[in-house]
């Protein structure tokens, strides 16, 4: 098992028991579906600016949303969409970064939820 | 834990799991060599690979790995997650190591929060770490270590580092399993006490040996396989009482979700830190200016001013002197050679299909300035620069990124803009995209303007160009803010998109672009250009051989009124109509009308005399904002629903086309004058 830890080490560890304070009452998975209620613009690096989390899990996050069925991705290439179509040759949609909605599901639970009173969670 | 102890040896039973491409199976290849069997799991069609390792030194143990498939999570959403999930349940390993992408870490210990709550011992392996540091990423193993208070091991598979070390912590594990105590992520107490009421209600029906608090939180969760198994096994009031509590918390994942989440914030918070490098670090500063308000605007609005410079100063040129010895120098051949022809031989080859197809060819270099710049933006990943930029300005007109996305595309083609609008999930949203989206102007568009620019206006072509560009997207506003006070309505939706890196172009993908859409408008213009042109040579020939006793003049007249709003002759009226079959055939039918029995075949030579300066302008404001061409009115017919809304949207785009033509010839035949 791990051996007691010392110094910075001990330091870094300060970081595990505080709590994520931007997520708030309704966890970061709730406060990152509030900020999609308004109509918009964001990109991964906004939202994780705004939670104050990593980009990194940022994404993580909205790969759990997408596997849940509250987000869906778009395509981000003219090859679903455009399979037949004799002009996708000239299309520039390629270059184009991956992109999400929330599905009518994200949608209800983004305006709908009740925020619970939890607090934030510790060990 | 069950150590199978045998006569001689004892056997400890390992779970390998992991998300997909984590180096699971270079892990496992490692440590079980040849001694691996493969099948498939019972029942499954899902690959179980088995292999025994031996540790040096370690005499009578033999490790049994079970290579468990490479899933995500552990919901019940692929016969993967199934398979992985029952073995740590009914099988019940010694231990299970997760192996870890560092370089992904966030994800990957999801699926470590996930195994917490199962009821085995796991060690995690932190692979790819020199991947991880490549990519800025800096981790510390010890200080996870101490924050999951579990095993971790640092290793890099690939170079067969840390495997020794990840025998000896298994080894360690299996003989001390009371030491085994992780930090789980913990569920709010208010999803805490529904899981419990849960776990209270469906205890009786959970069959051995699955955890009672683990199925609850997996119903809570959703899951389908567990619902379905504990459905089987009440009586359907007791179901019932579930499936109402059940029903109440319909969203509970996302607070489960949170709490794993936020362990994983917090653990990551701790161990590992990102100094903003490389690529990471110049993104950021170009995207200081680049996805500003202000200047993010500007760069856009200045990148299209040099796509218009190049399009002028290189394309236009290039267009003259491939339209001199291309189609001028091939119609004096071609009149040279089929001398002893039927007349009309050399004439539709020469007048039709040459000066129209021929001259459309012509465009080439002027496309292959915008296909170019169009791919590198697309390839350096400025283009979804645009998209952000411009969502400020979207809202304005109730249209969002969503909505920006296929316009985008317009610039492309008209078509794919159209087809695009799928992505939009509100109908109302959708229709207002499908019906502005011809208003955006396509690379045909740009290319008939940039050609007929500088015969209208000469050197004054630059700001003409500018001018029109900024007239299109400007009534593309209008008309969106219009339609959506009076018309439409309804929520705008949110859009998350990613800013991919800014790297260096890359030659070999811009080549290939730029020659795949070249070899597309090449097939155009060989197509349907070289059938219409041939058609308006026949109608412009017919029935006298004479152009203004032809049917097409007949035509062209009958337009007259139209056309004298507008300063502009039937010729004109008809290439006019001609771009309704292809945006490029108003050159075509220039090249045929203006070349043919006119002493020259300089096109250029002989259609600016003919046209004043006001009557250019309204000409080039027209050919901007015209009913699309025929291909962009299927696909509007066909995603708009039926004709209804394609009509009103040809009726419309003709209205706001004409009305901007003959508001602009009046103005500038008053500023003539005057």
Not at chain 1, 60 to 81: D, K, N, P, T
Not at chain 2, 59 to 66: A, D, N, R, S, T
Not at chain 2, 443 to 450: C, E, F, K, L, P
């Amino acid at each position: 098992m791990p051996a007691r830890p010392r110094g910075a080490h001990r330091r870094a560890l300060a970081a595990v028991r505080d709590p994520i304070t931007t997520a708030g009452e309704q966890g970061i998975v709730g406060a990152l579906l509030e900020r999609l209620k308004v109509g918009g613009f964001r990109t991964p690096a906004d939202l994780a600016r705004q939670l104050g989390i990593s980009e990194a899990l940022v994404g993580a996050i909205i790969a759990g949303l997408e596997r849940r069925g509250y987000l869906r991705a778009v395509a981000a290439s003219c090859s679903a969409g455009c399979s037949g179509c004799p002009l996708r040759a000239s299309c520039v949609l390629g270059g184009l970064g991956r992109g999400w909605v929330l599905t009518p599901r994200g949608r209800r639970a983004a305006t709908t939820r009740p925020a619970s009173t939890r607090p934030a969670s510790t060990d | 834990m069950t150590v199978t102890q045998g006569a001689a040896t004892r056997q400890i039973t390992v779970a390998l799991a992991g998300q997909p491409n984590v180096g699971k199976s270079t892990v496992f290849n490692m440590l079980t060599g040849l001694s691996q069997h493969v099948g498939n799991w019972p029942g499954k069609t899902v690959e179980q690979k088995t292999g025994v390792h031996y540790a040096r030194g370690e005499e009578g143990v033999e490790i049994k790995l079970v290579d468990l498939p490479g899933t995500y999570s552990l919901t019940a959403d692929s016969p993967e997650e199934r398979v992985a999930r029952d073995f740590v349940i009914k099988e019940r390993p010694d231990l299970v190591v997760l192996i870890v992408n560092v370089a992904a870490l966030e994800r990957n210990l999801y699926l470590l929060a996930e195994l917490l709550a199962l009821p085995a011992p796991v060690v995690v392996a932190l692979n790819m770490l020199d991947v991880a540091e490549r990519r800025g990423i800096h981790v510390e193993p010890a200080v996870l270590e101490s924050a999951l208070k579990l095993p971790v091991v640092p290793m890099i598979a690939v170079k067969n580092q840390g495997v020794r070390e990840l025998v000896q912590v298994i080894l360690r594990t299996a003989r001390d399993p009371a030491g085994y105590a992780p930090s789980r992520p913990q569920i709010d107490p208010e999803q805490q006490r529904v899981a419990q009421e849960l776990e209270r209600l469906v205890a009786p029906a959970v069959p051995a040996p699955y955890p009672h608090d683990w199925v609850a939180l997996k119903l809570l969760e959703g899951d389908t396989e567990i619902s379905q198994m504990i459905r089987e096994r009440l009586s359907p009031s007791e179901w019932e009482q579930v499936d109402a509590l059940l029903l109440r918390h319909e969203d509970a994942i996302l607070e489960i979700a949170s709490s794993r989440y936020e362990w994983i914030a917090r653990m990551v918070r701790a161990a590992v830190s990102r100094p903003r490098v490389g690529q990471v670090v110049l993104t950021d500063e170009i995207d200081r200016v680049a996805t500003h308000p202000f200047w993010g605007l500007l760069l856009v609005l200045a990148i299209l001013g040099a796509v218009f410079w190049l399009a002028y100063a290189i394309g236009a040129p290039l267009q003259g002197l491939l339209d001199t010895y291309f189609v001028e120098g091939g119609a004096s051949w071609l009149h040279q050679v089929l001398a002893g022809a039927p007349w009309w031989l050399s004439g539709v080859l020469a007048d039709g299909v040459l000066a129209g197809a021929g001259t459309v060819i012509t465009f080439l270099p002027i496309l292959l300035i915008f296909f170019a710049v169009l791919a590198l933006l697309e390839d350096v990943g400025y283009m979804a620069r645009i998209a952000y930029v411009m969502d400020r300005y979207m809202h304005l007109m109730g249209l969002h990124g969503k909505s920006f996305f296929p316009l985008l595309l317009g610039f492309g083609c008209n078509v794919p803009a159209v087809l695009g609008t799928r992505i939009i999930d509100s109908p109302k949203a959708r229709l207002l995209t499908i019906l502005v989206a011809p208003l955006v102007p396509c690379t045909a568009r740009m290319a008939v303007v940039t050609v007929l620019a500088p015969i209208f206006f000469g050197a004054a072509a630059f700001w003409v160009m500018w001018a029109l560009v900024g007239l299109s997207l400007a009534t593309l506003a209008l008309t969106g803010v219009l339609l959506h006070r009076f018309a439409f309505g309804g929520k705008h939706a949110a859009f998350i998109m990613e800013l991919p890196l800014y790297h260096l172009p890359n030659v070999r993908t811009i080549s290939l672009a730029v020659w795949q859409r070249t070899v597309a408008f090449l097939k155009k213009a060989g197509g349907i250009i070289v059938v219409l042109s041939v058609l308006v040579w026949v109608l412009a020939t017919f029935p006298t051989r004479e152009m203004e006793t032809s049917y097409l003049a007949a035509i062209g007249r009958s337009f007259a009124p139209l056309g004298a709003h507008l300063g502009l002759d039937w010729q004109m009226i008809v290439a006019l109509l001609t771009s309704f079959v292809a945006k490029e055939n108003t050159i075509a039918t220039l090249g045929i009308l203006f070349t043919s029995g006119r002493g020259g075949t300089d096109l250029a030579a002989n259609l600016a005399p003919t046209v004043t300066p006001a009557a250019g302008l309204a000409f080039l404001v027209v050919q901007m904002l015209f009913i699309p061409c025929v291909a962009t009115v299927a696909v509007i017919r066909q995603e708009s629903g039926g004709w209804k809304w394609a009509l009103v949207d040809l009726g419309l785009l003709l209205v706001i086309s004409l009305s901007a033509g003959a508001i602009v010839y009046r103005v500038g035949t008053w500023l003539h004058a005057g």
